[in-house]
């Protein structure tokens, strides 16, 4: 298997993206290298867990290591739900009720006809003590995780599982794809009360389930590294800079490969300096699929390491807008890295993105400190007055200008160890 992929990375690089040439390290933004970058990577469908993706990862990969980089690559598992063409409940005794009943993510397809039964919450000592073969449960919010109810029910010879949803909770997921084939929906709360107080005066209650068309999918993308190591003296951290190679195609902004360009370019000239401090390169995957490689790379840092990063840099996309760099945190705050970089040259702004509070949300959840991302923003968003116009050369070379400045501020020697949040 080792050298079928050894393989394919040769003939698709080949294939794909000429070989690179003249990449020597050191001296300014190379704005010609910068476009070309754009050019190969953009021009393509980079679509997750494709041979397109994977064939981005292997443009990207030779760049580092002509700089001189050691690679890693780093592939990852996860699982895609394809919502039901149909979902419906129907519950005779009831007449004249149109249920308007929710999918529940990850929930497989089926149908099921039985009589009602509660269950209460769903705790094993509810399934414990009722008989719930053949039944169609129906359980209440709280308690157990909603995967663990259907996991129990099902266990239990459920033929079917109604949940109800709780007041203001997100919609019900099971987290992935259990081993189990019962059909499982969701309904309101208001659903969820009426069901209740009729199945509690002791009315006895069939209903029928029917989730049609939903497919769980298996998919698998790359991460990749690669590590600049100190050379002149070591504080024992970690400056992150990340951005992803993969593009939905949906989205026009998300298929923009400049952050991935201006990763490449500041991995190029940081080789010449000098450097107290580990700067780490990381190529996420499957962004457009939930962000999933930022997650599983997030989640494959150790404890060790998550206490050595001083800063994670996201580059987004920065060159789609006429206007000026700006740098955003999780929590709309500032913090180092943040202030740094507004030093540089990217704007401070608290008014992120929802997608960019997800983002860097989900990495402050990971206890990683002065996470930061930055992208290029219009004029009117910025609210500063921008006279000219900048071509994209100059928007790119702006962009790794101000991301290298930083990364030199926090890695040069003189500097000492970058100060990082006491509740670490």
Request: charged share 20%; glycine share 10%.
């Amino acid at each position: 298997m080792k050298w079928l992929i050894t393989v394919f990375i040769t003939w698709g690089s080949l294939m794909f993206f000429p070989g690179p040439a003249g990449a020597e390290a050191g001296g300014q933004a190379d704005t010609d290298r910068l476009l070309e970058h754009v050019e190969k990577l953009s021009t393509a469908p980079r679509i997750p867990a494709t041979e397109s993706e994977f064939r981005a990862v292997v443009y990207i990969e030779e760049w580092l290591r002509i700089f001189g980089y050691q690679t890693k690559l780093l592939p990852f598992s996860y699982y895609v739900y394809t919502e039901p063409k149909q979902i419906s409940l129907q519950v005779p005794e009831i007449r004249g009720k149109t249920w308007a009943p929710r999918s529940v993510l990850f929930g497989p397809a089926g149908e099921a006809t039985g009589a009602v039964l509660d269950v209460g919450t769903g705790t094993q000592q509810d399934f414990a003590r009722a008989d719930i073969e053949g039944k169609i449960v129906f359980v209440r919010p709280g308690g157990m995780s909603e995967a663990e109810k259907v996991r129990h029910a099902a266990a239990a010879g459920a033929k079917g599982i109604i949940l109800t949803q709780g007041a203001n909770a997100p919609r019900p997921s099971l987290g992935g794809p259990l081993d189990m084939h019962v059909p499982v929906l969701a309904v309101s709360p208001a659903e969820g009360e009426q069901l209740g107080q009729l199945l509690q005066k002791g009315e006895k209650l069939t209903a029928t389930l029917k989730v049609s068309g939903a497919s769980i999918i298996k998919k698998t993308s790359y991460n990749l590294t690669a590590e600049l190591k100190p050379n002149n003296g070591n504080t024992g951290q970690i400056v992150l800079v990340a951005a992803h190679h993969d593009a939905s195609f949906a989205a026009r902004e998300e298929n923009d490969a400049s952050g991935i360009a201006v990763l490449l370019e500041t991995a190029r000239l940081l080789t010449a300096q000098q450097r107290d401090t580990e700067v780490r390169f990381v190529s996420l995957g499957a962004a457009s699929d939930g962000g999933r490689g930022l997650d599983d790379y997030v989640r494959s840092l150790t404890d060790a390491e998550r206490t050595k990063i001083a800063a994670f840099l996201y580059l987004g996309n920065v060159r789609q807008q006429d206007g000026e760099l700006a740098v955003y945190t999780s929590n709309g705050k500032r913090n180092l890295a943040a202030d740094l970089l507004d030093a540089k040259g990217a704007g401070f702004s608290s008014a992120a993105p929802q997608e960019v509070l997800s983002r860097l949300g989900r990495i402050a959840q990971a206890n990683i400190p002065n996470a930061v991302q930055i992208v290029r923003v219009a004029a009117s968003q910025s609210g500063k007055n921008v006279p000219e116009k900048k071509s994209d050369g100059e928007k790119l070379t702006d962009a790794v200008r101000t991301v290298v400045d930083a990364i030199t501020t926090m890695t040069d020697p003189g500097s000492g160890p970058y100060p990082l949040p006491d509740s670490r």
